[in-house]
């Protein structure tokens, strides 16, 4: 069992080696101590400002140092954190807002605006702040089974649920992790994922923090950007999701160079598809490693570091963890090679949804199996394949998109009658989002139809595609048959 939390870890890499750069950003290098420092002076900015233990801390900003030194100040001061996309608009930011109740909300002022409708009172503090601040570094383990984090994770309601992870889960899941990967400290992972979702923030920086290696931090993935990253040499490690993969192969085809081998490359948040990873080892001469991980359990299965890395399945369960595949009505285990629904098991899953006790324990077996609501089979040698979905999800370049909740936001609009959005396969983002609108009014403009879904809800859950029915499909009780559409 894991005893240490993952602040613990990272204080002490800092205690160890002070000086061994942590983070890179914009050019600008970040060692342990230099980090400390900065967590520290938010740690006791909050405490000053009457932050209580296990009270909420809201971060909505973009990856930098900011996002770093404030999620760990907040949590070294007891605080929990509460992640929130920086894509979100007003919709989504009241539910979170409500729903998870923080007592602060740090942001930038480009994002005042944004925060400002929803009743919060806005305080500008200079940053990087100098508050001093010296807790011991030994305290966590006593509050272990607290939460660290929230991170929403969209409902079949439409409506995303916090889900709550506890600092032992997060130390569970990231000690698995850095051991199935080999990660030491002389690694230098290329990290351009967001921090604000759990493949960037729970597996790139808390495994960097936790092998008391370093990572160079981007603001967000740019192709051109990452290529010459990756011809330097210089990181050892890369994570992204299937389109980053599909985007750098486009790269490498109009480039003379090809980058040198890394120590590795691994793929997660959706499908990476068989083609692809073939593709990838072909022109870049290595194989990417596969895994599969969700928000309320961050990682699953992955392919191996050593041995066969399989295309098309996402491995095996990560050390000290479970995994099985069981029958979706009965829910009984089934045998290799048959289609089921995948549970798992062990510390690295959460404690639950926030304020949701019901969809909580519908989630679990009694004997503590985790529903993922993932569909797939197991080989009789332990390979999983994901096969498809039992919740209603669109995955688009690995960020999750629940048709429900833009079917509510169209729904709203006056000129709409009916409306059901549903996923199609697209060659750069995996999926993209399709509308299928029934309206009467003959001047309604898809660009128009665009730009409100932009102004309610994230660009990114936006409708690629709008076509106008003058009906839709439904079964004899009323229910829109989407597999029609
Ligand atoms: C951006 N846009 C998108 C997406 N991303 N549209 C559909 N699907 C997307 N994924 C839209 C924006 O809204 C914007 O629209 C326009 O594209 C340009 O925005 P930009 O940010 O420049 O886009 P991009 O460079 O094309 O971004 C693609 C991306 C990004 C780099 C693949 O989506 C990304 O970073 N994805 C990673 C998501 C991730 O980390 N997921 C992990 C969750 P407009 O101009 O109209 O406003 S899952 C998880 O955490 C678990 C643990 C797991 O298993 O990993
Ligand atoms: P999220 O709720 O954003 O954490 O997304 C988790 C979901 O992403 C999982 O339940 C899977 O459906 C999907 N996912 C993650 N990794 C993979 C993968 N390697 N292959 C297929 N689907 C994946």
Known sequence: MISTSLIEKFLQHC??????????????????????????????????RGLQRGERVALFLDNGPKFISAYLGAQWAGGTVV????????????????????????????????????EFKIENLEFPLA?????????FSQFCDEV???????????????AMLTHRSLAANVASVTEAWGWTSDDHLLLVLPLFHLHGLGVGFHGTIWAGASCELHPHFEVKTVYNRLLSGEPT?????????GRLLNEAAKRDQKPPNLRLYVSGSAALSADTMLA??????????????????????TNPLYGERRPGTVGQPFPRQEARVVHV?????????EDGEIEVRGAHVFAGYLNQPEASAECFTPDGWFKTGDLGRVSADGYFTITGRAKEL??????????REVEEVLAMHPSIAEVAVVGRPDPDFGESVTAVVVSHDATLNVDDLITYCKNNLASYKKPRHIIFANSLPRNALGKVQKHLL
């Open 83 to 118: 992640l929130i996309n920086t894509a979100y608009r007003q919709t989504e930011l009241r539910h979170i807002l409500r729903d998870a109740a923080p007592r602060f909300v740090v942001t930038d002022p480009q994002r005042n605006h944004e925060i400002k409708n929803l």
């Open 15 to 48: 205690q160890q080696t002070p000086d061994k750069r942590c983070v890179v950003f914009e050019s600008q290098t970040y060692s342990y101590a230099d980090i400390r420092t900065m967590a520290a002076a938010w740690a006791g900015e909050l405490r000053a």
């Open 280 to 301: 990838f080892e072909r022109v870049f001469g290595q194989r990417i490693l596969e895994r599969y991980g969700m928000t309320e359990t961050v990682m699953n299965t």
């Open 394 to 403: 669109i995955i688009s370049g690995g960020f999750n998109i629940y048709p």
């Open 237 to 245: 490690m890369f994570f992204g999701v299937p389109t980053m993969y």
């Open 148 to 162: 660290a984090i929230i991170a929403y994770t969209s409902g079949t309601t439409g409506k995303a649920k916090g």
């Open 131 to 139: 508050v001093p601040f010296d807790f011991p570094s030994t305290i």
């Open 329 to 337: 009505h009965t829910r009984q285990p089934l045998p290799a090679d």
